[in-house]
Structure formats: C-alpha cells, structure tokens
C-alpha cells in the first residue's frame, strides 16, 4: 500500500467524516436539543435534494449560462424550502407530541411514508440526476497518483462553513441562548420570560434547514429516488446517539470516529463488514456509556 | 371500569374466535384464508408489543429481529430437508462447499422448534436485562433495538452463502414429508395458528392481570418509586422483553410456513417499525386489539394497494398519523370508552324508567 | 404512470366480490376468458426500491397490449391488463400472485424484477398451474416448469461482455458488484472466462446493496490499477459509484468500466454526464437501427411523452406481451399449458431482432451488444455477438 | 396591582389550592407561610403560569394573565424565582442572567447587578450547574431581577441555604425593594426571614388562605407555633 493510497484513504475518511456530520448536524439539533425523534428526517433530506434538482432544471431551461454556480442557490433554496416546511410542521403537527417521545416517532414514521409517496406521485419512482458544475467534476492532483475529489473538497469546505455558522448561532446568538435555555428547562425557560414555542418552531426550522441543505449537497455524490432517505435516517440517528443527545461538540466527534474507521474497514475488508463491525461497536459503546460517548459533564438539575 | 375492559375483552376474543374461525374460512377463498394467516403471524408480535409497549413503556423497534430468528430457523430446517441431501440451492451458487455447521443441528424438527422458543428467549433476555440496569430510557431503547435490527438485516444480507443474502431462504414445499403448499394444509396450519393465537392472547391477558402485570404497570409509570421498594425493576422488564421475544418468534416461525419464504426485507427498520402500528392500530393497552389492529392494518394494505397501487402509502403513512394523533390508545380504547358510556346510561336509564313508573 | 381506469377499477371490484362470494369450482371455465376479452396478470413494483426499474416496465407491456388489442386481439379476444403493485417486497409479490391466479384467474402473469420476487411468485404460479413471464436480466440457476424467461440470463451476457473486454481493451479486471446472488454469479462466470481468455483478476469486491459511498473502494481500484472493470452494481448504489468514480478522475476516457445491469432507463438516473464513455452489455439498446425498432420507440415515446427513453427490461417485457400471444395462437388455446407446449422453439421478430425460445430450457436465444454510452444517454453499439446466443441456465464451470 | 382571586388549581386529580384570593400592593412585600405539602409551590407554579388555572383570575395592574402563557406573565411584570433554584446548568452565569432580559435583549448584564451580587461578578464565566446552592439561589434571583419586574415571586429561596447566606439574602431582598421599587411575594417556612422581607403574611393550610396578619401585629409568633406543628 502505497503512500499515495494512504493519503486518497485519510482524504476518503475526512470526507466521510463531513458527509455524516452534514447529515447529523440538523438531527443533532431536532433531537439532541429538542428531544424530538423525526423518523421523516431523511425525508426531509430529500425534500433538499428534489428542490436542487427543481433549481437545476430552473436554470438548464432559464439561465443556462449560470449553470457553474446554481448549486448556491439550490443550496440556499434546499435550506429555503425544508426550513419553512419544518416550521410548519413543528406549528401543525410536532408541537402537539412535546412530552410523547415515542409517539413522536412513530408519527414522524407515518409521516415520513407520506413524504415518500408524495415524492413518488411528483417526481416518478425513477432517480434523478442532477448535473454536477464542470469546476466541481474531476480531481485535484497536487502530485501524480493522488487524485481529491472536487465535489468531496467542495463539501468538506462546505460542511465546515455550516458547522461554523451552526457553532455561531448556537454559541454567540440570542437565538442560541434561547434554543440552549430551552432544551435545558422547557418550563423554566417560560418562567423567565422566553417565547418558548416560538423558539421551538424556530429550532425545528433551522434543524430542518440544515437537513435541506445536507439532501442538496448529497446529489453531487449520490441518487436522489423516493427513498433515498430512508438511507440516511439510521446513519444520522446512529452518529447523534453515539456522540452524546445534546452535546453538538459529540456529534462531531462521533461522526469523526465513525468515518474515520468505516472507511478504515471497508479499505481492508468489505463494505458489510465495516458496517455490521461499526453497528455493532456503537450499540457496545453505548451499553457502557448510555448517554453518549461525549456526553457533557455537568448534568441536568 | 376493570370489569368492564374484562367483558370487552371476553366479547372482543368471542367476536375474533366467530370471525377467525367461522365467517373467515367459509366466506373466503383459500388463497385469501392464506393471506389472512400472514397477518395473524403479525399479531403474535403485536401481542409482544402490548405487553412490552403498552403495559411496560418499553417501546421496541427490533421485534423483526425475534421475528426473523423464528423465521429463519423454520426456513432453515424446511429448506435442509427440501434439498437433501444436497446443499441448499443458494449456498451451491455461493460456491459454499459444506453445509455450516450452525445449520448441521437443523435436520432436526424437535430441535428447531426448541431453537425458535429458547434462542430469542436467551438473547433477548441477557441483551434486555443489561441495558434495563443501564436505566436506559425509553427512547434510546427504540434507537438501540432499531440499530440491531438494521444489523441483523445487514448481516443476514451481506452473509450471502449462509443465509440466502437479499434473497432470503425460498422454495421449499414440504415439512415432515407433509406438503405445505396446497389449500388443506395451508388450512390446517391457519386453524393451529387461530388457536395458538387464542391461547397466546389468553395467556398475555392473564400475564397482565396477574402480580406481575401490576408491577409490570407501576414500573411503567413510576419505575424509580417500584425500585425503591426493592423490585428488581430491570428484571420485570427484561421478562416482558422476552415474552415479547419468544411470541414474535413464534410468529415469524409460522409465518414461513404461510407465506414461503423468509428475507431480510421481513426482518428489518421497515416492517419492525410497521408491526408496532398493528399494536398501536389495535390499542397498545389490549391484548385482543392487538390481533384486531394486525389484521385492519393487514387489510387495508391488501385491499388499498389492489385499488389504489400508486398511493396506498399515503393511507398506511395517514394512519400511523391518525392513530398518533386522535386515537393514541387505539380502537380498543375508543371501543370501551363508548361501552363505558352506555354503562353509564343504562343505570339512569332504569332509574328513570323507574320513577316513570311510580 | 400507470392510471388505473375507473372501468378497471370496478370491473376488478366485481370480480372480486364474485370471486369471494362463489366457490372455486364453480369458476371452472377457460383460463383468464370471458367472452371476448382474455385477463392477463401484470404483476410488478409500483412502489419500493424496484420501483425505479420496474414502472417503466408495466408502461412497455401495457403499450404491447394496447398494439395488440388495436390489431385485433389475441385470437379475436381483446387482452383485459390485471395490474398489481409488489410494492418491491417478496410476500407482497407472492399475496398479489396469490389474488391474480386465483381471484383473478389471469391466463398468464408478466412480472417480477429480482430474483427475489420471481422465487417468491413461483410456488403460487405452480400451484394455481398458471404461468409466468419474466422480463429481467438475471443470474440463471433455474428452470422452472411454469415460467418463461425472456431476458438474457447470465451467460449469455457475461461471457459476451467480458470476451470483448479482454479482446479489445486489456487483461487486467477488477470484479465490482453489489452483495447479491446476480453479481456474485456473474463473477463466478467471468471468472473462469477471463482465465480461459489469458486474463487476470485484480480485484474483486461487494458492496452492500444501497451503498452510496464508495470511496474506499475507488481507492482500491486504483491501488490495483486494472484494465477493465466488470461492474454489477445496482441500483441508486450505481448512481453514486459512477459519479463518485468521475468525480476521482476515472471517466471512461481513463478507465474502460462495463455493466451488465445499466440500460437507458438507468442512465437517467445516474445522469447522462456521469455515464458517458463507460459501457453497457445488453441484449437492447434503443439506439438498434431497425424499423421494427424505430416503430416500437416511436410508439414508445407518442404513448408516454418524447423524453421517454427505453432500457433493456422494458422491452423484454414488451416482448413478452408478443411471445405470449404468438404461443396462444400457435397452440390456439389460452391454457397455460399448451402455451407452454406450444412456446418451445417459438421465435418472434422483436425491437431486438429475432428471439427465439430455447426448445428445451424455457430461456431465449438472442442476440447480445456491448454499446458505450454517449452524450446523449444513448449507447453506440460497439459489438454484437454474430449469432444468436444459446442460454445456458446451469452452466458447466 | 398583583391580584389573585378565588383561584382554583388541580395538580393531577388532586385540587390542591382552593379558592386562594390574594393581593400584593405596590412597594409591598408578601409572605405566604405554610408547611410543606400545604400547596405553596403549586400557588406560586399557577401564579407564573408553569401549572394551568382551573378557576379563578390572575390580574396584573389590570391586566388578566391567568390565560396567557408563561413568558406572556414575564412580559407584563412578574418575574419568577422557583423552588430549587433551576438555574440553567450548562449556560455560564453571564448566560443564565441574560436568559432573563428578554423583555429588553441585552448582550451585557446591567451593572447593578453585580453590584447586589459581586460573587455572580466573579463567577461570570462559571457553568451555573457548578456553583453552590447559596449562588444559585442569587443567580435565580439575579435572573428575575433582569426582567425588571413589577413584582417579584419567589418559591422557598431559603430552602437548602446556610443560614449566613440566607441572612445576606434577606438584606438583598430589603435593599431591593427599597432601591428599585419593586413588589416582592414570597413563600416561606422560616419566620426570621420573612420577618426580615415581608410585611403582611399569609398563613396557607391545605390549599386555603386560613389566616393574615400584619407585621407589627400582636400573635405574629403564633405563626412560628403553626409552622411547627
């Protein structure tokens, strides 16, 4: 194994990593921070994914000199689209489960059949393609042998700037300072004067938001079909628990770990075994440490 | 009120055993009858989840696992003895050279029905028991159980040569000698699967009314005031947790026999998560319902995808939501509270024919 | 897609009810005949995962049975499409054979996608004595007495591709599939055939079926550095392996890469860009330059829209439809048996040219192309096998 | 200006308070004095609005709340220290005191309160869940105080604290009702303080308002006798 395949396999494994991240951070924030289990988040992903495609088409028909950049504004409108609807939809619907966890789940599931179905009946079961930018095709070679992916740097770069802003809003916003109040003391944070529910329609939104933009940056690497996201549901919920409910610092972490040694394994030997192998050192881990790998130290009152 | 759950539940099993056993076999062709029998395989599971769900506040998104070891292990056994003494059809095209030797044990019928009762039984008690003295909550607990039973999935998938992978475990016509597919066993079978069901349910509700069930109820709605009284909490749960187990088992042993075939499409995140609306459909509090909720479910998905193949899915996702949403303890719930009102009427009814009277 | 017609809708309400209400025995009349008109079973994925494949397929026969219904019927009776939804799961596939067979009573079924589903569908069909057609590519390992296979089964395209691929363009394969029975067979084939041919094997891999992130894989490919690589990968899984295997550079400029699984239909999906210069090994292509062809995607496309392209699977399913009505009318009855009987050796000219059913196997003899796909989601046809290949479902190793 | 009357309040199936009817004037300092289990905490809970009003009207300067949710209450000028403190524990201290500024966002806190406060001045930057029952309790108030209330509720702040600071707490209380006009009504089970705090005092007995006395008032121990028993 050649030091240019180990470069090309850590390269795979950071990207990995953002990918995860990308895709856990909305869940992180619905269910971490809020305590709300949507099993229709992968839907909601690919309600992201079918708005890039629509933009995609908007601007192959319409402004097809603008081509090289319309994943901007497909991201911009992914985000756009899925964080209105998750705000009407924490408004008519999530609100009314607030202390019901597990029937939160399973009416997110029946939720998420509908999404499904919808899709279908309006884009047809087939997949959809979305074009990718010709600066985003193709590999960067810094020296023979080692090709990067565009589009996997774009999305590293990408997932780091929305992480960023996600640590901004959280950390140093008023918003933050709410939706942190909140998730600590629901009734307590009323007490003190903070508009609860309208900082849990808020919070649904931007976590819903973010699963937007994850669908729309996913099209630059995979297929977009009724069910895709039924592939991601798992994934995200498997990476927010193992990092720790609440602690956003712990998705991160996790997600890196899981990356890191999925692509690890799947390199030595085969893509079930990496995953069967990380499936199962997850639900170990969290047999030890129920709350989560990086769980915060102090606890709740 | 007690009572009258009681009698509801009596007159619902009254009505099933007229419905399953008499109307069902003579109004319906043998081909429906058979499809009927697919969801009653379903209904030993949502009878688990009654207990576990309803009764335990333990929420299991992995009953396909228990399912799919009953399954599996049936399929096993049927399918070694439709191919002997060759190798089983799939393992030959998966270059496989010698039968595993965790399926050698399975020539035996004996051995395999023990197998379907006592594995799911062992695995889902030591599993449950060491997370429940975790005091892991309700919802982590659906996370981990739905993780496993994506695992299982995977592993039955990706293990190509030993378990029929995306496949599954197929073609096989005969148990004992005894030809399974034509219409007379197909009948026999479905009439010992009614009455297994009944003795089951019947066994549950008693489970239920019993010591058990109270403390079973008290850890549900406060678990830490029944440990500080000196119950070994996570020992009551676990219990229920394999009771729930063996009976989803025993479901997904009869249901290779009914449909043919075992895959991990049966087993996996989809169809566990559908087999807790059978319990939720049928009332999460009512061993009967649970049997009435498989089949509505059962049904509607038979007749709404005949009529309506393009958005059936709609109606399967409104209902998980509808159900949620209006009516969380099912239609059993919305059953006695109707009964319950005309109890309270009937008494005022004949006070008032009494002071008509005088 | 698919609209069920209100007519049908109440039609089929009725003879439910009436199959409900009477006892078999009573419904003793010739197979799937009422009058004039004849049910024919359509059983295929409207939902699920197949989905994506299959939908366009029911659209091909229905378009088959619309052609023949025009022309007059099959002997004289108008064919009457009993459509059901699989929904892509095994016991859903065997329920609604169930509820065709007998509720029904369908003279044949068309049907089924995976392996999965056709062994699923199977015991049904053998019970009720009924018979099935089944459009799709697959990995062979079986002749069952009740089904007929329409589509190439694994030999006939294996050695085919990988024979070119050695011939034309290297020595060197890496084997990549997704973890199921049809590529595991398929590399069992070519295995052996790329030996037989002086090759050798660099690589051989499986991916998890859905798997979308196959970029230690690709770094795999390249640490091997071979030649060809034999793809078997399926489904959405396809669309993120092509992209991700353009976006690191590999594009078919560098990398001669052949699927057996990518028709037309999957190029859509996988998006024309990502799929140009790789190369597809089929018995049709849409591009095949013959008038019966250009009929069939003319009346493809003035039935379905212009945008409508058209794979392998849905004209096999397409040819189905045809292969049936000839069996009926060469043995002049719609009992599946004697369409059975009358079905070995029978030959029709399809879109694909001639295909011929074997006069023992129950599979079909045709002809197999390697086509590099182009700009346009079309394929060049780059070879074609010279003769009819003969289908050998249980092939000597 | 705070007005409660003839509130009525289930906790679970339980009716706990019954028929409560109280007023807190300007400037004024209540006390409701009860054992515990006597249904002060579910009083004050309804009063904020954490626990729903089956009967009865909350009015603040005219203004009925007892409908309105919780933060709406806040908005208009009462402002709430619960039982237990329940400061934020994960948010630093600047955090928590600023989660009450809501009427009035502020990024800063306002000066004077860590002039009442010095130790929160400190501590700033601390995590509120790691400070000592004594601060927290100060933290709590330091949050309500923010909110610039009309009246100001608190539940029990004396339960769990040492006695020196329990004694600062008072002083607290009393200078800041003297310097910043604000109405306090608080519940308590330790006479020396609400002797301390409060002028008119409310004696609670399962769930009823059984007697009132004012400070100066003769048999004013005989509440200490009652606590007692």
């Known amino acids: 194994m050649g030091i240019d395949i180990i470069i090309m396999q850590a390269f795979s494994g950071l990207s990995l990593f953002t990918i995860l991240l990308l895709m856990a951070l909305g869940l992180a924030i619905v269910f971490g921070l809020m305590g709300v289990i949507n099993m229709a988040h992968g839907e909601l992903m690919a309600l992201g994914a079918y708005v890039t495609y629509l933009v995609a088409l908007f601007f192959e028909r319409n402004l097809p000199s603008l081509m090289g950049i319309y994943i901007f504004f497909a991201i911009f409108c992914a985000f756009a689209a899925t964080f209105v609807f998750g705000y009407v939809l924490e408004r008519s619907f999530i609100r009314f489960f607030y202390n019901r966890p597990l029937d939160t789940l399973l009416a997110t599931w029946g939720l998420s059949l509908v999404l499904q179905q919808f899709y279908r009946s309006t884009f047809g079961a087939q997949e959809v393609s979305v074009p990718l930018a010709s600066w985003l095709s193709g590999a960067w070679e810094p020296v023979a042998g080692i090709q990067l992916p565009l589009n996997r740097m774009f999305i590293i770069g990408l997932t780091m700037v929305v992480g960023l802003c996600v640590y901004l809003m959280l950390f140093k916003s008023r918003w933050g300072l709410r939706v942190r109040a909140v998730t600590q003391n629901r009734p307590m944070s009323a007490a003190v004067g903070i508009n609860t529910d309208r900082v849990d329609a808020l919070t649904f939104a931007v976590g819903s938001g973010l699963a937007g933009i994850a669908g729309s940056v996913f099209t630059m690497l995979g297929s977009t079909n009724p069910g895709t996201g039924q592939l991601y549901i798992v994934d995200s919920f498997i990476v927010v628990v193992f990092g720790g409910v609440s602690s956003l610092l712990g998705t991160a972490l996790s997600a890196f770990a899981i990356a890191e040694s999925q692509t690890a394994i799947e390199y030595f030997a085969t893509g079930t075994v990496a995953k069967v192998t990380i499936l199962l050192f997850v639900i170990v881990m969290l047999y030890f440490r129920p709350q989560g790998l990086f769980a915060p130290k102090v606890r709740g009152a | 009120m007690k009572d009258l759950r009681t009698a509801s539940e009596i007159s619902t099993y009254i009505l099933l055993a007229v419905l399953l056993l008499v109307i069902l076999p003579l109004g319906l062709d043998a081909y429906r009858l058979n499809i009927v029998s697919k969801y009653l395989a379903l209904a030993f599971v949502a009878i688990g989840i009654v207990l576990t769900w309803g009764y335990g506040g333990i929420l299991s998104l992995g009953q396909g696992i228990f399912f799919g070891i009953g399954g599996y292990l049936m399929a096993m056994f049927l399918k070694l003895e439709a191919s002997a003494p060759e190798l089983p059809d799939f393992m030959v095209w998966s270059s496989v050279e010698a039968l595993p030797a965790w399926w050698v044990p399975y020539h035996s019928f004996a051995f395999t029905i023990v197998s379907i009762l006592i594995l799911p039984a062992v695995l889902s008690f030591i599993f449950s028991y060491a997370i429940f003295r975790k005091r892991v909550s309700g919802v982590y607990f659906a996370i981990v159980t739905l993780s496993l039973a994506l695992t299982l999935a995977t592993i039955l998938t990706g293990a190509q040569g030993q378990t029929g992978g995306f496949n599954g475990i197929t073609d096989f016509n005969t148990l004992m000698g005894i030809d399974i597919i034509s219409d007379e066993s197909k009948f026999v079978l479905y009439v010992i699967q009614v009455l297994m069901l009944f003795a089951v349910g019947a066994l549950v509700s008693l489970m239920i009314r019993s010591r058990f069930g109270k403390v079973l109820i008290a850890i549900r709605d406060r678990e830490d005031r029944v440990r500080f009284s000196g119950y070994d909490t996570a020992m009551f749960k676990a219990f229920a947790f394999m009771v729930a187990a063996v009976l989803s088992s025993i479901g997904g042993a009869l249901y290779t026999l009914q449909v043919g075939l075992i895959a991990p499409s049966v087993v996996g995140v989809m169809s566990s998560v559908e087999m807790v609306i059978y319990a939720a459909v049928g009332g999460r509090l009512s061993v009967p319902g649970a049997i009435v909720g498989s089949l509505l479910v059962g049904f509607a998905r038979s007749y709404l995808s005949e009529y309506f193949p393009e958005s059936w899915l709609f109606f399967l996702g409104g209902l998980f939501i509808v159900v949620v949403m209006v009516i969380p303890n099912g239609l059993s719930d919305l059953v006695d509270r109707l009964l319950a009102r005309i109890a309270a009427l009937w008494p005022a009814a004949r006070k008032a024919e009494r002071s008509m009277a005088q | 897609m698919i609209r069920i017609t209100r007519r049908h809708l109440m039609q089929s309400t009725a003879a439910g009810a009436a199959a409900v209400m009477m006892p078999s025995v009573l419904r003793a009349q010739p197979k799937g005949v009422d009058g004039n008109s004849v049910r024919l079973g359509i059983l295929h994925s409207l939902t699920g995962t197949f989905a994506i494949a299959e939908a366009s397929m029911v659209d091909a026969e229905k378009l088959a049975i619309d052609e023949i219904n025009a022309a007059g019927g099959v002997m004289g009776h108008k064919i009457v499409p009993y459509i059901e939804d699989g929904a892509s799961e095994a016991p859903v596939f065997a329920e609604k054979a169930k509820v065709l067979l007998r509720r029904d009573n369908v003279a044949a079924i068309i049907g089924c996608y995976s392996s999965a589903l056709r062994k699923a569908v199977l015991p049904a069909v053998n019970q009720a004595k009924g018979l099935l057609y089944y459009p799709t590519y697959y990995e062979g390992q079986e002749i069952d007495k009740r089904c007929l296979y329409t589509s190439q089964e694994v030999t006939q395209s294996v050695i085919a591709a990988v024979t070119w691929m050695a011939k034309e363009k290297g020595k060197k394969f890496f084997l990549i599939g997704s973890n199921y029975i049809y590529p595991v067979t398929c590399n069992k084939i070519a295995k052996p055939t790329i030996a037989k041919l002086g090759g050798t094997v660099v690589g051989e891999e499986y991916v998890p079926l859905g798997h979308t992130e196959f970029s230690s894989i690709i770094n795999k490919i390249k640490a091997a550095n071979p030649d060809c690589i034999y793809s078997t990968v399926v489904g959405g899984s396809n669309v993120a392996f092509f992209k991700q295997l353009r976006a690191a550079g590999l594009d078919g400029s560098k990398i001669t890469l052949l699927s057996t699984v990518v028709s037309e239909n999957e190029i859509e999906g996988i998006g024309r860009d990502n799929a140009v210069g790789y190369y597809a090994c089929m018995g049709y292509f849409q591009s095949i330059d013959s008038p019966i062809n250009k009929k069939f995607v003319k009346a493809i496309k003035d039935k379905y829209g212009a945008n409508r392209v058209v794979g392998d699977p849905m004209q096999c399913g397409y040819n189905s439809v045809y292969l049936w009505k000839n069996a009926v009318e060469k043995a002049k009855s719609f009992a599946p048996d004697d369409v059975l009987k009358a079905s070995a050796g029978l030959e029709i000219e399809a879109p694909e040219g001639t295909v011929r059913f074997d006069k023992e196997n129950h599979h079909v003899w045709k002809k197999v192309r390697v086509g590099r796909a182009l700009e346009d989601g079309q394929f060049e046809i780059v070879h074609e096998t010279a003769d009819l290949v003969q289908p050998d479902p249980f092939p000597k190793l | ?229």
């Open chain 4, 1 to 229: 200006m705070l007005q409660v009357n003839a509130l009525n309040v289930f906790y679970g199936e339980s009716h706990t308070i019954r028929d409560v009817s109280l007023t807190v004037g300007a400037h004024e300092a209540v006390a409701v004095m009860g054992r515990n289990g006597m249904g002060k905490t579910t009083l004050f809970k309804a009063i904020i609005g954490m626990l729903p009003v089956r009967s009865g009207e909350i009015v603040l300067d005219g203004v009925a709340l007892h409908n309105q949710p919780s933060y709406r209450r806040v908005a208009a000028g009462l402002a709430f220290v619960p039982q237990g403190r329940m400061v934020f524990p994960l948010l630093t201290v600047k955090e928590n005191i600023l989660t009450g500024t809501e009427n009035n966002p502020q990024r800063e806190v306002p000066a004077y309160i860590y002039d009442y406060f010095p130790v929160l001045g400190e501590m700033e930057k601390r995590k509120g869940g790691n400070l000592s029952g004594g601060q927290q309790q100060m933290l709590a108030i330091a949050r309500a105080l923010v909110a610039e209330p009309k009246v100001l509720v608190l539940d029990e702040p004396t339960e769990g604290i040492q006695p020196s600071i329990i004694k600062e707490l008072a002083r607290t209380l009393v200078a800041l009702r003297r310097d910043r006009g604000i109405s306090i009504l608080v519940s308590e089970q330790v006479l020396s303080f609400a002797l301390e705090v409060a002028d008119r005092f409310l004696v609670i007995d399962r769930g009823r308002i059984v007697d009132e006395k004012r400070r100066d008032d003769a048999g004013i121990e005989d509440i200490r006798e009652f606590l007692k028993v």
